[in-house]
């Protein structure tokens, strides 16, 4: 599988008919070039509302939604009631979640169950506290670190430069 994310700016402007057609046409690129098993994890979007609606238009489109593996997400703006470790503590820890919130997570998954494909929450080198000012590195984030030493700078996976 070839992890395709769109929620950290990657392609910043892109209306959700361009997000669809990209999936399309990268692909369509890939399989013609001999990945006959390639698929992505899209849309993963900075916010749970825009990869519901990027997820709606590539999965209504039977061409896009071959290439779909998985739909992601993050729990972002800042600001939300899941990007504060405090918050979710206070709040979510304790029995009472966010109503909005949950009624997102779920169209989302009923979307995703509708076409019978996963769900994925897409974090996990750190939790930013926005209430302290404090960035929490989780377990994920310190072996990221550990091995990261190893790499040499230049091509990132993706093609680009550091």
């Not at 070039?33 to 709606?56: L, W, Y």
């Not at 019978?116 to 994920?140: Q, Y």
């Amino acid at each position: 599988m070839i992890a395709f994310a769109c929620g950290n700016c990657e392609i910043a402007g892109a209306d959700v008919e361009m997000v669809r057609d990209i999936v399309k046409r990268a692909g369509d690129r890939l399989r013609a070039a001999g990945f006959q098993d390639v698929t992505f994890m899209v849309p993963n979007e900075e916010t749970v509302e825009r990869s519901i609606a990027v997820a709606e238009v590539i999965l209504a489109d039977s061409d896009a939604r071959q290439y779909v593996a998985t739909v992601g997400y993050h729990v972002y703006p800042y600001g939300s009631p899941y990007a504060s470790v405090p918050r979710i503590l206070s709040d979510s820890g304790r029995g009472m979640p966010d109503a909005a919130s949950v009624q997102q997570r779920r169209r989302l998954r009923d979307l995703c169950q509708r076409y019978g494909l996963p769900t994925w929450m897409t974090e996990v080198s750190h939790l930013a506290d926005n209430d302290s000012r404090a960035m929490l590195i989780t377990g994920m984030g310190y072996a990221i670190g550990h091995y990261a030493r190893w790499l040499n700078r230049g091509r990132h996976a993706c093609g680009g430069h550091q």
